[in-house]
């Protein structure tokens, strides 16, 4: 007999009544009246038990018993409509002797949250009457009336085992199978031939849980999980615990996790602390389908803070109620995640047969290589010699080897009673530096940082374990983030960037004491975990920890600097006119020394990478390398100022004239190169210079002209252009790329005497890169028409944004507007911080130019969460702006449009 199943398959979906349509059911039901209204009935009696639960227990109790409260009950309301559909189990000939239906997957574990699926399995043998299929058909309907998402199949034994080995989601759920109704004579048989399959398909089935765990890291990586992280599939959700449960019962015929214990390499697995891992996640997802009305298993950031509040956790000065939430969140996925990495290294070892591989011939007598993993050797006991647990680190990680699950274990215990005597001894401090100023291998640091390693010698490290970082820029912890920071470093040093950003090598390769570089990758975040500002706190902490690591003076000075200065390149690069020469000036005098600028350059660079794909855009690791490069020469002239400025103006000019006289006349070539200004020629390239001027002179009747270049290692197109000048000009500008789906993520804007701007923009590329030449064409038709005053780029922007999908982001970005007449020497700079919204540059460009001010350079970066932004600005008569009312004015009429 075919199988049947709620959506015609055998996998378990969610489905919508699979056998009449809701009028049909209302208008000619197959099913007697008195039937159907005794099942009628008890819908609402279950949702009410339902939020009677919830109301009670999501607060009072664990969030595994809610959750086995919540399949209690949903067990009995099952039962009660099989019950009134008419199904009776007797010992005779019923129905009942050959059939049984279950429960599966996490109503199968008992774990059913508030929107789960109720997964059902009908399991029968031999043909399946018409009248009991009428039943099932009864008693399930009311499940949909009461707004459930159910999955359902209807399957022989044999079917239900021989699908399972095709399927591995379901025979996932058909191993968390629990008895709901029926035969329980039939279910036993079923169980034992399931299993006992199960048994003769175990060494095929390795690698499908193999599989499905690196698939699983593959779909969980980015800022999005680690901002959001999903609570049941994620890297450290509930199906890790899963899937160690379904391993140890498959190969070591545990029922129960917890049994693993009883072998001896699992004896110090930490199985209470993962079932408080595993009650706390449930918790936290009950409560979130609670909020959704429905399943949601991402943690959602318009989520985490009612969550938080309504769990308890309140603001206090250094932290927030919602990242108090997060940092356990993050503890308890963590400690999952490892733990699994760990079960798994030990069971693999277990069921492994295969010979022991010689041991390498050159590690020391008290290590041995065991299957990929280093092992204390035999007679070596941590006991007498703790340095050992140390000494083993330092091989795995220049080996590239990982540690074998009872070395794990005895370090953790190690460092648990003895970790006084390791961090007070010279020789274990020193091994210890070896580990984080050579960090090769990856995977040793981060277990080095789990068992607790890097606390004990950094107690400040402490303070940022699982530490969340709010904002899409981030997908990892401060712990986490500061690791892979070191990681980066490495891999500058080893050259893995060198294909793309050779000059990351080359800089490394200049720096005379890399150790220090190191010591600040490391040590760059650790004032976070004090609530304040971390680049104040920081350098607070530094004497202290590098003293008790045994550095002097210098070296204590050099990271001390790294650590308060390690985001000042981000900050001007992205934030700045690097044209502005005072800009650069600023920062060589702050900087002032070669080594430190290469060492605070690389970095940034490494923070970046480290951060996430936001942060280390190919658009902004450009701004860097040209601002490291621009403050490099400032330093290496010697001169902090540029009293050859004028020379240089001189020297431009006459280059620039002599490349024009090459195709043009004298004449309109000298009169055009006089209208420029002084700042023009200073702050222009040559060959930016000779598109300006050739396009002028080309111009004839033209309003416009431009040249587009697209930037070899970044996703930006340059915008050379030239027009007449006109009021608002940048916020005509910024409308019109907006339309096209262009951010603007840099802008100057020159004019000459004789009214025309000469321009130079950075922009995103097309969003489509196959009709990118369409895309220009089209952009510079709007533009046209937008200068003619013939586009009506405020209906047109409130249109595309009233259709655009809302942003995914859920949490806050404190809005800013300040006002700085200090960095630049001829203009007002306006700083905007605030949500990042489409159009939002137009809007504020149109409110500059409101106030009769002209934005003559601006510098932009948004990145779906938030927009920051700098306008250099002047007044209508080309000076900076001192008046404090028109100041306030500014602020006030920016901040409304915020």
């Avoid at 290496?636 to 620039?656: H, N, W």
């Avoid at 697209?710 to 030239?722: E, L």
Wanted: aromatic share 8%.
């Amino acid at each position: 007999m075919p199988a049947r199943s709620g959506t015609e398959k055998s996998s378990l979906s969610p489905l919508k009544r699979p056998f009449v349509s809701e009028p049909e059911k209302k208008t000619g039901t197959p099913f007697k009246a008195d039937i159907l209204k005794g099942s009628q009935k008890r819908v609402p009696v279950f949702l009410s038990e339902r939020d009677a639960l919830a109301q009670k227990g999501l607060l009072s109790e664990t969030g595994l018993r809610f959750s086995h409260q919540y399949a209690d009950l949903m067990d009995q309301f099952i039962r009660d409509l099989f019950h009134l559909a008419g199904f009776r189990h007797t010992t005779g000939t019923d129905a009942g002797n050959v059939l049984t239906v279950v429960a599966l997957g996490g109503y199968g574990r008992r774990e059913l949250c508030l929107g789960s699926d109720v997964d059902l399995m009908v399991i029968h043998q031999g043909d399946l009457p018409s009248e009991t299929e009428e039943v099932i058909r009864h008693a399930l309907y009311p499940l949909w009336d009461a707004k459930l998402d159910v999955g359902y199949s209807i399957l022989t034994f044999q079917e239900c085992i021989r699908l399972a080995m095709g399927d591995f989601r379901m025979l996932t759920s058909l191993m968390d199978s629990r008895f709901l109704i029926g035969s329980r004579s039939f279910y036993r048989l079923y169980r034992e031939a399931f299993w006992s399959r199960m048994t003769r398909e175990k060494d095929s089935l390795l690698g499908k849980f193999l599989i499905s765990r690196r698939e699983r890291a593959d779909r969980n990586k980015g800022e999005g999980c680690f901002v959001e992280p999903d609570l049941k599939e994620g890297l450290g959700g509930l199906r890790d615990i899963h899937l160690m449960a379904w391993m140890a019962r498959i190969w070591f015929d545990c029922k129960r996790l917890g049994q693993m214990k009883r072998f001896a390499a699992f004896s110090h697995f930490e199985i209470r602390k993962l079932g408080i891992s595993r009650s706390f996640l449930l918790k936290i997802r009950n409560h979130l389908h609670w909020l959704a009305h429905r399943k949601e298993d991402s943690l959602r950031l318009s989520y985490q803070g009612q969550i938080s509040k309504i769990l308890g956790y309140e603001d206090e000065t250094r932290i927030s109620g919602p990242e108090k939430l997060m940092r356990d969140v993050y503890l308890h996925l963590n400690r999952i995640r490892y733990r699994h990495e760990e079960f798994q290294v030990k069971m693999l070892d277990m069921i492994d047969s295969s010979p022991v591989e010689p041991t390498q011939k050159d590690i020391p007598s008290e290590f041995a290589v065991l299957k990929g993993h280093i092992v204390l050797g035999e007679g070596v006991l941590s006991e007498k010699d703790p340095l050992v647990i140390l000494r083993g680190f330092r091989e795995a990680n220049e080996r590239g080897l990982f540690l074998g699950s009872g070395f794990i274990w005895e370090s953790k215990d190690i460092i648990g009673r003895k970790g006084k005597t390791l961090a007070g001894s010279v020789v274990g401090t020193g091994i210890f530096l070896d580990l984080i100023l050579k960090p090769q291998n990856p995977e040793i640091i981060r277990l080095a940082l789990e068992i607790g390693l890097i606390g004990l010698f950094i107690p400040e490290f402490r303070k940022i374990r699982n530490l969340p970082q709010f904002g899409f820029y981030h997908e990892m912890t401060v712990d986490l983030h500061s690791l892979r920071t070191l990681d980066v470093i490495n891999e500058i040093s080893k050259g893995v960037y060198d294909e793309k950003w050779p000059v990351f090598r080359a800089v490394f390769e200049e720096i005379e004491s890399p150790e220090r570089l190191f010591l600040a990758a490391l040590l760059h975040d650790i004032g976070k975990g004090y609530g304040e500002d971390h680049c104040v706190r920081g350098p607070q902490l530094i004497p202290k920890i590098l003293a008790r690591l045994g550095f002097e003076k210098t070296s204590v000075e050099a990271v001390s600097f790294l650590v308060r200065h390690h985001l000042l390149l981000s900050r001007v690069a992205q934030h700045r006119d690097l044209r502005d020469e005072k800009t650069c000036v600023q920062v060589a005098q702050t900087i002032q020394d070669r080594q430190l600028l290469e060492m605070l350059f690389l970095l940034a660079v490494a923070d970046s990478f480290a951060t996430g794909p936001m942060a280390r855009s190919d658009w902004k690791i450009m701004l860097l390398a040209e601002l490291f490069h621009k403050v490099q020469r400032i330093l290496e002239r010697g001169i902090l100022a540029s009293p050859d400025a004028t020379r240089k103006i001189e020297r431009k000019r006459v280059r620039i004239r002599e490349m024009l006289l090459q195709d043009f006349e004298e004449e309109p070539v000298h009169f055009l190169i006089d209208q420029a200004s002084s700042r023009y020629i200073l702050n222009t390239s040559l060959p930016d210079m000779a598109v300006h001027f050739s396009s002028a002179l080309n111009l004839g009747d033209r309003k416009h002209a431009w040249k587009l270049e697209k930037r070899k290692n970044a996703a930006v197109t340059r915008v050379i252009q030239v027009t007449h000048d006109k009021p608002g000009l940048f916020s005509k500008m910024a409308g019109v790329f907006t339309l096209n789906s262009m951010e603007i993520l840099s802008a100057s804007i020159f004019t000459l005497k004789n009214g025309l701007a000469f321009d130079t923009y950075e922009v995103t590329n097309p969003p489509d890169a196959y009709r990118e030449t369409e895309s220009w064409a089209k952009t510079q038709n709007d533009l046209q028409h937008a200068l003619d005053d013939r586009l009506s780029l405020d209906r047109l922007i409130r249109e595309k944004r009233n259709a655009k999908m809302p942003a995914a982001y859920g949490g806050q970005v404190r809005k800013k507007v300040a006002v700085n007449n200090e960095d630049s020497d001829f203009f007002t700079l306006m700083e905007i911080r605030s949500s990042a919204k489409l159009g939002l540059l137009y809007d504020l460009a149109c409110v500059v130019f409101s106030m009769g001010l002209d934005i003559r350079t601006a510098k932009v970066n948004s990145d779906g969460e938030k927009m920051t932004g700098v306008f250099y600005v002047r007044d209508s008569g080309g000076e900076k702006i001192y008046e404090p009312d028109i100041i306030e004015e500014a602020k006030r009429r920016l901040m409304m449009v915020l």
